[in-house]
């Protein structure tokens, strides 16, 4: 058994669900795997960052042997036979610290803290990207089988009223222009046919490349999602915890930091070495060392890169404010979407209604000469048309709710509930 779900596809039980399909979407996106790949390079460079705090130990092992020939040379050199052979050997151990540069090691640190954490979250803007795609590529593939469906039912329509047409004008009631007419819009209605089914594999393949694989029987819709109860609210959601303002709230962290590192470049440095060498002949020494060094004058490069530190600051803090207003201005348009689509589908529900009772109403006509065929095929047209319509509305109305998800920053597998291990 199988229930129309008001796109012309019927549900079955080993068909694949659009949970199928996001699910899919997300294990086997390149995007997705190039971008987790970014993360893990950011979490590498916040180790190497931590690694400039501990300390640096190396171990250097250095060994030779030389052999002399004084065979013509002046035996009076203390060499006990013309032939002298010397072998050395030296190990040493050298470990070395960063003990003070006025903070700066710490507060690397901390900017690649923030920058794994701004990369984090660059990545579900990426998750949502892919997601979102897939419902798109999905409910179009759904759309495009239906109208492909909806124009062959109309080909076999006027095929029925040409074959009609022939038969009233065999016996005298209508004209030849009339049957032109049918067959004229039977040929449009063919190449119609011819345009849906190109539109149908555009769609295959849009949906392949999305989704993973080409679909073999696709179920019916779910509801459409929860999103928020007003515009206001859906906004306040995306404000908190949209990806990219979370994203350009870090980065404005790190350029808090970086101002601080340049100011820090002015302070000096302390270094601490220790070191220990042990020969092959028995003898070695120990050593230790501090270093400091203190910048006096570097032809202004200090002050200069502290003055751009603190005009990039400014420049990323104008940056979250302008991304508050982008993130709220994108919910206010997928809310408009939404609403839009929603008022849509009732409109062109009526349409379809209406347009049906005149079909019915012109063919009656027709039967008893009141009506010309074109009339009939200009009805027949209208109630199509109004039938495509609540199609494309309902697929709109469709997309139009994840889309606004996806502008709260809510189009995640975790939010969606997919029930599959996240990045």
Not at 186 to 192: H, N, R
Not at 397 to 412: E, H, R
């Amino acid at each position: 058994s199988c229930s129309d779900d008001g796109l012309g596809l019927c549900a079955t039980r080993a068909a694949e669900t659009p949970s199928d399909a996001l699910i899919s979407a997300y294990k086997t996106s390149n995007l997705l795997a190039q971008n987790e790949a970014v993360l893990r390079a950011a979490d590498e460079d916040a180790a190497v960052a931590l690694s400039n705090l501990r300390p640096v130990v190396n171990f250097i092992a250095q060994g030779s042997w030389t052999k002399f020939n004084n065979e013509l040379g002046d035996f009076q050199q203390n060499y006990p036979t013309p032939y002298y052979e010397n072998t050395e050997g030296t190990g040493q151990l050298t470990a070395s610290i960063l003990i003070y540069a006025g903070g700066r090691g710490k507060i690397a640190v901390e900017v690649a803290h923030e920058a794994v954490l701004a990369t984090r979250a660059s990545l579900v803007s990426v998750e949502q990207q892919v997601l979102l795609d897939a419902v798109t590529a999905y409910v179009n593939l759904r759309l495009q089988q239906a109208l492909l469906d909806l124009q062959n039912s109309s080909v076999d329509l006027i095929g029925q009223e040409l074959q009609a047409a022939r038969d009233r004008f065999e016996v005298g009631e209508i004209t030849l222009t009339d049957v032109s007419q049918a067959e004229a819009r039977l040929a449009a209605g063919q190449a119609a046919v011819s345009a849906a089914e190109g539109n149908l594999l555009v769609a295959r393949e849009v949906y392949k490349a999305t989704i993973g694989h080409y679909p073999d029987r696709m179920s019916g819709l779910p509801g459409i999602p929860k999103t928020a109860k007003s515009k206001e609210e859906a906004q306040k959601v995306a404000l908190a915890s949209h990806p990219f303002i979370i994203q350009s709230q870090h980065q404005a962290k790190v350029a808090d930091l970086q101002v601080e590192i340049a100011n820090a470049a002015f302070l000096p440095t302390i270094n601490g070495q220790a070191s220990g060498i042990y020969g092959y002949d028995g003898n070695g020494n120990f050593g230790v060392a501090l270093n400091l060094t203190q910048p006096i004058y570097q032809g202004g490069g200090l002050s200069a890169l502290y003055r751009k530190a603190l005009a990039e600051k400014a420049a990323t803090d104008a940056s979250v404010h302008q991304t508050a207003v982008t993130v709220a201005e994108n919910v206010g348009r997928a809310w408009a979407r939404l609403t839009t689509s929603n008022t849509s589908i009732a409109a062109n529900e009526a349409q379809v209604t209406a347009a049906q009772k005149a079909f019915d109403g012109v063919s009656e006509e027709a039967t008893l000469g009141a009506r010309t065929t074109l009339d009939v095929l200009n009805a027949q047209l209208e109630l199509q048309t109004a039938q495509a319509n609540v199609l494309q509305a309902r697929a709109e109305q469709y997309v139009a709710a994840y889309a606004l998800l996806s502008t709260m920053g809510l189009l995640t597998a975790d939010h969606l509930k997919l029930g599959i291990p996240t990045f």
